[in-house]
């Protein structure tokens, strides 16, 4: 059992796993895939922005006068979350403000999954990419202490060597996390305010729709 011991430790450190320097590799890939998904929802954001105000103060003017189609027709122009999630409820306004209310929820939902896609990448990297570093970290010393085993007549340059290589892996992991974590919370923020905007466009809907209601009821 003992020389079966002895013989499996050389055994894996002979493994690819146990080199350092694949680490950086995957570290490496996650920052472009990261540096990516930035652009990518950056570029999503900008093309599908609307000049909130106007397009609102447009939807009152259409829905003070009534014409529901008019307005589906405006916002139909647009392909932003604020306009999507108010077509919606105008599509299927003759349901009632209690109906559209929750299709409007449904519609919130499912525009604001399209603009956080992706986003949770960006959590996962800027979560684990230190630890990946430190991962590398700790494959580089046991490097280090092998080739001290190994050599031991140049031990001090041998270990300090190593070690100072097997720390470039965790200040790669550092700065491959920094950057996700940065831009994921500007991200969200932005989500957040788009969503702020669009749930005050659907309460311009409801308040309309329950305007128009309100006095039918009372005359039934």
Not at 125 to 152: E, Q, W
Request: no cysteine; proline share 3%.
């Amino acid at each position: 059992m003992k020389e079966n011991a002895d013989g499996l430790v050389p055994t894996l450190m002979e493994l690819p796993i146990f080199e350092a320097e694949w680490v950086l590799w995957v570290l490496i890939g996650l920052s472009i895939a990261s540096v990516a998904v930035m652009a990518e929802r950056f570029l999503f954001y900008r093309n599908h922005a609307i000049d909130v105000d106007a397009v609102r103060n447009k939807l009152s003017a259409f829905l003070a006068k009534g014409d529901l189609q008019g307005a589906a027709k405006f916002l139909e122009k647009f392909d932003s979350l604020e306009t999507n999630t108010v077509l919606f409820g105008l599509r299927d306004y003759a349901r009632g403000p209690e109906a559209v209310e929750d299709l409007l929820g449904a519609a919130a939902r499912k525009e604001k999954a399209r603009y956080e896609k992706r986003l949770s990448f960006l959590a996962t990297v800027a979560s684990n990419a230190p630890f990946i570093g430190l991962f590398g970290t700790v494959l580089g010393i046991i490097r280090a202490f092998k080739d001290l085993s190994a050599n031991m007549s140049e031990a001090s340059g041998a270990v300090m060597g190593g070690i100072a290589e097997s720390l470039i892996a965790t200040a790669v992991g550092l700065l491959v996390a920094i950057p996700a974590v940065v831009a994921y919370n500007m991200l969200k923020g932005r989500v957040k305010h788009i969503t702020d905007d669009g749930n005050l466009m659907t309460e311009t809907l409801l308040s309309s729709l329950k305007s128009v209601s309100a006095p039918s009821e009372k005359a039934a």
